[in-house]
């Protein structure tokens, strides 16, 4: 004992110890080291308590695992974790403990006054308080310090997403793109390039960056472009403090060749022919259903389906890409052409193209809330409290033609949804009274006349600058790229129409499945299927004890829940989120500002916070 007291105390006189005595205000780095002699205490389970969680500062967080505390202490094992306000109902063994245990850490923060970090054990029921400390630092866990952002994301899945649909979009979103850079040389992912942190997809742009870093020409500023025009100076500091390798623009450059060889290889009409046939083979095997009776031959279906998927994702934006770099060229060409107002007609060419009827379903509810309101039908469809009361409207020409369009919407875009790439969002046709409240909406809506008039006031203003360019140059190269900028948005509307109908015909089968378990008890109800990962879905099936599973899916539905009522970050570093600062606009025209990603409509409520 003697021996180790001296030892305590000789470690009081190392550099790092000064170090950190100055920087609490001990100006000499000298302190005088008391030392506390306490029994050793092997105890059943132990951890640390964290009165305020030191990453989020989302309360109590509790860290733990069996045994001694030192093997978590030292870093060498992944504990439990338990945050007493999203997980209620986990480690219904420990209940009465951790009980004990939070109510003893609130009278310990009430004795020191500050947040504090607390280490624990319990022995034979009892509790042990081992050492109390302050939170000093943010974080004391080891993270990857990756840079996640979703502020791009958020354009194409806006909420949250369950955890069958995470492991799919990860997978999707790697397919894609590595089918693209692979041209440049890229040989393989270093890491994926999306995850998902707190039910929402992320970007992550350590990742992203590494293989767009092949690209000659690629810098932090073009990224920031793509995530919609960025100037947050906090939010540029955080991404260009990010390095890439300069062997992969070598690299790059090398393989440049072989990339415009495959970009201008891809031909259009092939490339729809390939979308089409997907399509009727998404829809086979939507309907091969009828040939299924076991839980195995849903799964093996279901895991095939997926499979095919995953082949036709390699397609979903590769030709996409090919036209974004002709609407660069269009871009470039508008510019030189007019020096003084090529921003203004380059705004003018695009602002129409939002109004693709061929495959957008928010332009569709714009024409069809029109003719009720030209047809003088709005009070009828006002007072309309279900979707099948339409059917139920008395016969006229009008009311045939308002129940036509309704049908061919449904026959159309029912596979759509307000949550789209979710398999747990319910589509419309199985939601149909989400439709009609929408149209309301749009009908109760006193500038909605204004929003129609706009749509086709833009469609004219394009017409009128085509038609200003083909009288000032005659040359075939800038209508061949004005095209391209007409097809690309057609092009990506029907191939993400397509991923949408294949995702709700994954949705059906996977329903299916889910009635087929929920009627053995295994699940409680059919929608908890989303909630388990294929993997867990075959053990699930092959299990005589579903109860683990059953308390999973409770967990992670609770937790979804809990997500879904916070407003997320756009940017995580590691597991650190980092919040911006509210940009404050006291200007009511100030509030909408800048080119949306994509061209649209409003076709719902929206929430504006001004301060």
């Known amino acids: 004992v003697e021996e180790h007291i001296l030892l305590c105390w000789k470690s009081s006189l190392k550099k790092s110890i000064k170090e950190y005595t100055i920087q609490l205000g001990k100006e000499s780095g000298l302190t005088l080291c008391s030392i506390i002699i306490q029994p050793y205490i092997i105890g059943d389970i132990s951890g640390v308590l964290f009165s305020e969680e030191p990453v989020s500062g989302n309360g109590i967080s509790i860290e733990f695992i069996k045994g001694t505390p030192e093997p978590l202490m030292q870093g060498t094992v992944i504990p439990n974790l338990f945050n007493p306000a999203m997980e209620t109902n986990l480690y219904p063994e420990y209940k009465k403990k951790f009980k004990l245990l939070i109510k003893t850490a609130e009278k310990i923060k009430k004795i020191f006054q500050f947040n504090a970090d607390i280490e624990w054990t319990f022995r034979s029921g009892a509790l042990y308080i081992l050492q109390v400390r302050p939170i000093t630092a943010i974080s004391k866990k080891k993270t990857d310090g990756h840079i996640y952002i979703n502020i791009n994301v958020q354009e194409v899945v806006p909420e949250t997403i369950s955890p069958l649909t995470s492991k799919f979009i990860s997978k999707v979103v790697d397919d894609m793109f590595f089918n693209i850079v692979r041209h440049l040389g890229v040989r393989q992912l270093r890491s994926p390039l999306s995850k998902e942190i707190s039910g929402r997809l992320y970007f992550d742009y350590n990742s992203f960056g590494d293989i767009l870093s092949y690209l000659p020409g690629f810098t932090h500023n073009k990224f920031l472009n793509i995530l919609g025009g960025v100037k947050n100076p906090e939010l540029v500091s955080i991404i260009k403090s990010v390095k890439f390798s300069k062997i992969n623009l070598l690299i790059g450059l090398i393989n440049l060749p072989n990339f415009i060889i495959w970009l201008m290889g891809l031909n259009r009409k092939r490339y729809i022919e390939e979308l089409n046939a997907f399509e009727k083979k998404s829809d086979l095997n939507c309907e091969k259903e009828k040939e299924l009776s076991s839980e195995d031959d849903y799964l093996k279906h279901i895991n095939q389906f997926l499979r095919e998927?995953?082949?036709?994702?390699?397609?979903?934006?590769?030709?996409?890409?090919?036209?974004?770099?002709?609407?660069?060229?269009?871009?470039?060409?508008?510019?030189?052409?007019?020096?003084?107002?090529?921003?203004?007609?380059?705004?003018?060419?695009?602002?129409?193209?939002?109004?693709?009827?061929?495959?957008?379903?928010?332009?569709?509810?714009?024409?069809?809330?029109?003719?009720?309101?030209?047809?003088?039908?709005?009070?009828?469809?006002?007072?309309?409290?279900?979707?099948?009361?339409?059917?139920?409207?008395?016969?006229?020409?009008?009311?045939?033609?308002?129940?036509?369009?309704?049908?061919?919407?449904?026959?159309?875009?029912?596979?759509?949804?307000?949550?789209?790439?979710?398999?747990?969002?319910?589509?419309?046709?199985?939601?149909?009274?989400?439709?009609?409240?929408?149209?309301?909406?749009?009908?109760?809506?006193?500038?909605?006349?204004?929003?129609?008039?706009?749509?086709?006031?833009?469609?004219?203003?394009?017409?009128?600058?085509?038609?200003?360019?083909?009288?000032?140059?005659?040359?075939?190269?800038?209508?061949?790229?004005?095209?391209?900028?007409?097809?690309?948005?057609?092009?990506?509307?029907?191939?993400?129409?397509?991923?949408?109908?294949?995702?709700?015909?994954?949705?059906?089968?996977?329903?299916?499945?889910?009635?087929?378990?929920?009627?053995?008890?295994?699940?409680?109800?059919?929608?908890?299927?989303?909630?388990?990962?294929?993997?867990?879905?075959?053990?699930?099936?092959?299990?005589?004890?579903?109860?683990?599973?059953?308390?999973?899916?409770?967990?992670?539905?609770?937790?979804?829940?809990?997500?879904?009522?916070?407003?997320?970050?756009?940017?995580?570093?590691?597991?650190?989120?980092?919040?911006?600062?509210?940009?404050?606009?006291?200007?009511?025209?100030?509030?909408?500002?800048?080119?949306p990603a994509s061209g649209g409509e409003i076709i719902s409520s929206i929430k504006i916070v001004k301060n």
């Open 309 to 595: 998927f995953h082949r036709f994702s390699k397609l979903l934006l590769a030709y996409p890409v090919k036209s974004i770099f002709k609407v660069d060229m269009i871009s470039t060409l508008i510019k030189r052409l007019y020096p003084k107002k090529g921003e203004e007609i380059l705004f003018n060419l695009l602002r129409g193209l939002g109004a693709v009827e061929s495959a957008n379903p928010g332009r569709e509810m714009i024409r069809i809330s029109h003719f009720i309101l030209e047809a003088g039908l709005k009070d009828k469809v006002l007072s309309l409290n279900e979707y099948s009361e339409i059917h139920s409207l008395p016969d006229s020409p009008n009311n045939a033609r308002l129940k036509e369009m309704f049908s061919n919407f449904f026959l159309k875009y029912g596979f759509h949804s307000d949550n789209e790439l979710d398999f747990a969002g319910k589509r419309w046709e199985e939601d149909k009274i989400f439709i009609l409240n929408l149209i309301k909406t749009n009908l109760l809506s006193p500038r909605f006349h204004d929003l129609y008039k706009e749509l086709e006031n833009n469609k004219n203003i394009r017409k009128k600058t085509l038609e200003k360019i083909r009288r000032k140059v005659k040359y075939f190269p800038v209508f061949y790229f004005i095209k391209s900028l007409e097809e690309s948005p057609v092009i990506r509307e029907n191939t993400k129409v397509i991923a949408v109908k294949c995702i709700a015909n994954i949705r059906k089968l996977t329903l299916k499945l889910g009635k087929k378990l929920a009627e053995r008890n295994f699940l409680n109800e059919p929608e908890d299927i989303f909630f388990l990962d294929f993997n867990e879905l075959r053990s699930l099936s092959a299990s005589n004890d579903p109860s683990k599973f059953i308390e999973l899916i409770e967990i992670r539905k609770k937790n979804l829940e809990y997500y879904k009522l916070n407003e997320p970050p756009h940017v995580f570093i590691g597991d650190n989120p980092v919040y911006f600062k509210k940009q404050n606009r006291d200007d009511n025209k100030t509030i909408f500002k800048g080119l």
